[in-house]
């Protein structure tokens, strides 16, 4: 928060914060065969103020997704409205200390996120993910590492200076793939979701698209590192490709439309 704004008028009782970790016997618990039993994610609004009512009326099924990303939220609204799904952003997700994301693989984060995350919004059904991309010639990197691939490596922005993680990530990417031959460059985006409501997880799911890494980026759609992620069969990369289009290919897009069958049941 810019602590130069204006006082808040919010009047609500302040939320109360947990501890900013998940231990592995919590992580272990929230899988186990016990933590759905009382997990039932059709929940209908009525009231005339919640976010969920400017839907149309058949929507019966809120998700708060713990990302401010406004691409992942797009992501996940375009892909929602099939399943007469609400997405919204978790309220007051700025102000939660953000957990540790020191899982060694992306189902390991999305749960981490969503457990802990969850116990901000009680009764809510929230959703977090995990994704990235991975790079075979650089063996599987970045990874979990994806959107701090360039921050790892000491490539940041100065504190005066506009958000250009895409681009050092991006930047830095070329430079560790550069003389790897066409053959070589293949990659491929991956996405788990977890859905958790209270800390006990209801729903899992993940989806990949394959691809390869360009020796230059190319459009200025997307996100990431989507101007250099090549799909052979369409001779673009995600960043020249429509969103409707991208939805039914993209890593993304095939993660929701796999959970969100399961959370309508």
């Known amino acids: 928060m810019n602590e130069s704004s204006a ?10 914060r947990f501890d900013a970790t998940i231990s592995e016997e919590e992580l272990h618990k929230a899988h186990s065969p016990t ?8 929940r209908c609004l009525h009231s005339e103020d919640a976010p969920f009512n ?12 713990a990302s401010t990303s406004a691409g992942k939220l797009g992501d996940f609204r375009t892909a929602a409205r099939a399943y007469s799904v609400c997405i919204d952003p978790l309220p007051g997700l700025d102000e939660i200390p953000a957990p540790a ?13 969503a457990v802990y995350y969850s116990r901000f919004a009680p009764g ?16 599987g990197a970045p990874g979990v590492r994806s959107a701090r691939f360039a921050a790892d490596a000491g490539l940041v922005d ?7 993680t895409d681009v050092w990530n991006n930047v830095l990417l070329l430079q560790r793939m ?16 977890v859905a958790a409501r209270d800390g006990a997880i209801c729903h899992t799911a993940e989806g990949a698209v394959e691809g390869m890494i360009l020796e230059a980026p190319r459009g200025t759609g997307g996100f990431g590192y989507d101007p250099l992620f090549y799909l052979p069969d369409l001779d673009k990369t ?19 439309a796999a959970l969100l069958p399961k959370l309508a049941r």
């Open 7 to 16: 006082p808040s008028n919010d009047t609500r009782a302040p939320v109360d």
């Open 35 to 42: 933590a759905y039993s009382n997990c039932d994610p059709l």
């Open 54 to 65: 400017r839907y149309t009326g058949s929507m019966i099924l809120r998700l708060l997704v």
């Open 101 to 113: 994301e020191d899982g060694d693989t992306f189902a390991a984060n999305a749960t981490l996120k």
């Open 124 to 139: 809510e059904l929230v959703l977090a993910d995990d994704s990235g991309l991975e790079v075979d010639a650089l063996s």
């Open 158 to 164: 100065s504190l005066d200076a506009n958000d250009n």
């Open 178 to 193: 550069a003389g790897v031959p066409t053959a070589k460059r293949a990659a491929r985006y991956r996405c788990v979701l």
């Open 238 to 256: 995600m960043a020249e490709i429509d969103l409707e289009t991208k939805l039914s290919l993209s890593h993304r897009g095939r993660a929701i």
